[in-house]
């Protein structure tokens, strides 16, 4: 599986289940904006996993699961 497919299905995945995943687009690896992604629950508005865009998709994966 692509990693755009894999992202696709866990962006579908994370709808059904009351979330979001957020790319980060910072083309510069910083501190607080690592380049990856972030997993924020739309009830809240507040990020799960990934507070630094420090999360991958494998890891967005295991949580939703």
């Known amino acids: 599986m692509t990693e755009?497919?894999?992202d696709n299905r866990?962006?579908?995945m994370a709808e059904k289940n009351g979330y979001r995943?957020?790319?980060s687009r910072s083309?510069?690896?910083?501190?607080n904006n690592q380049g990856m992604y972030m997993l924020v629950d739309v009830?809240?508005?507040g990020a799960v996993?990934?507070?630094n865009y420090d999360a991958d998709l494998?890891?967005?994966q295991e949580f939703l699961q």
């Open 43 to 45: 009830s809240t508005n």
């Open 21 to 23: 995943i957020l790319k």
């Open 27 to 31: 083309r510069r690896w910083r501190f």
């Open 58 to 60: 494998d890891e967005n």
């Open 10 to 12: 866990l962006r579908r």
């Open 49 to 51: 996993i990934g507070w």
């Open 4 to 6: 755009k497919a894999k």
